[in-house]
């Protein structure tokens, strides 16, 4: 008797195949069911918001900084007051770059 064998690669497809499908079938289940969801369009809005609040705040306070330094690069240093300490986290980062950049650019 002749024995045939089911070629390995069409199974393979075949798998492949139904994985797709079942994959799209549960992501539009999903997305749909989500898309439909009244608590989930509040808590994407309320997601939206607090991370534009929280990139204006961060532009905000680049912006403060940066003004800062302006401002006490154009005044000079004043004799009577002591020397404030460096700022400290991302704007003390950014303060000493933007320093350091100067007197690359500038020689000074």
Do not use: H, W
Not at 32 to 53: I, M, P
Not at 70 to 95: C, E, N, T, Y
């Amino acid at each position: 008797t002749v024995r045939r064998c089911r070629p390995i690669l069409s199974e393979s497809m075949s798998n492949q195949f139904f994985q797709r499908v079942a994959n799209y079938v549960a992501n539009e289940i999903i997305v749909k069911g989500l898309a439909n969801s009244k608590s989930f369009q509040r808590f994407a809005v309320r997601t939206n918001k607090q991370y534009e609040d929280v990139a204006k705040q961060g532009v905000d306070s680049i912006n403060k900084t940066l003004d800062t330094m302006a401002k006490q690069q154009a005044g000079g240093s004043r004799v009577d007051l002591p020397p404030s300490p460096p700022l400290k986290g991302i704007p003390g980062f950014f303060m000493a770059f933007f320093k350091e950049a100067r007197k690359d650019i500038t020689g000074i």
